[in-house]
């Protein structure tokens, strides 16, 4: 899923238990009464934090309550396996805010138990009509052999506009998302993460066809 304004994190948060959102790196989320977990003086969430963390969350919550998790790709196998079992399950008010701007860099197991929402900045979308020839090419990209892809990225990199890219990727990636939190199934969460990284790398002004190639292989 995608947003285009900053802004509306909290309000997107109050409407799931957890939430992923990729973010620009050097974005910070200012929130009033918000739990924040950060990575500590060696760069990462320890598990020693995620106790912390849960111990406070042990008493039910009356009011909506938010947790912010930032620049959780730093968290630590063994801090993840801590918080699984609450981020799957969070108590009726409570909201995870999990921030990231590597969402290739988060462990499986947090992807596969939160919802991923994807900041598109300021780009022009709207300009861009989404027509069939589009989203064919969505579709053929989710499928392509290895041996397909070279000739399917210059097919969907043949004008050299980013944007045009980048509406192909959104759609493959909107397919993806629906795909996944319908059946659950790997492969489809998998492909999710691929996809996410293409789209971001992009968005950095990565090379277009390169990119495709490099990632989707």
């Known amino acids: 899923m995608f947003f285009d304004e900053l802004s509306l994190i909290p309000e997107i948060a109050l409407k799931c238990g957890t939430a992923i959102f990729v973010v620009p790196k050097d974005f910070k989320l200012e929130l009033k009464n918000a739990y924040v977990l950060q990575p ?4 990462t969430i320890t598990i020693q934090q995620v106790r912390e963390l849960l111990a ?3 008493l039910k919550q009356t009011n909506d309550q938010i947790i912010v998790i930032d620049r959780v790709e730093s968290m630590n196998e063994e801090a993840a396996n801590a918080l ?5 399950e969070p108590q009726e008010k409570t909201h995870f805010i999990l921030l990231t ?3 290739s ?3 499986p197991t947090i992807l596969s138990r939160s919802e991923i929402y994807f900041y598109r900045e300021k780009l022009d979308f709207d300009k861009i009509s989404v027509d069939e020839k589009t989203k064919n090419l969505a579709k053929r990209l989710l499928v392509a052999k290895n041996s397909d892809l070279p000739g399917l990225a210059d097919e969907i990199t043949a004008r050299k506009k980013r944007e045009d890219v980048l509406i192909v990727l959104d759609a493959a990636i909107q397919m993806l998302y629906k795909a996944y939190f319908s059946t659950k199934k790997p ?3 998998a492909k999710l993460t691929k996809f996410l990284t293409v789209y971001e790398r992009i968005l950095q002004n990565g090379h277009l066809k390169l990119q495709i190639i490099a990632n989707l292989c």
């Open 40 to 43: 500590e003086e060696k760069k």
């Open 56 to 58: 406070k969350l042990g």
């Open 84 to 88: 699984l079992k609450t981020l799957e």
């Open 101 to 103: 701007s590597e969402i």
């Open 105 to 107: 860099a988060i462990l």
């Open 187 to 189: 492969i489809f969460l």
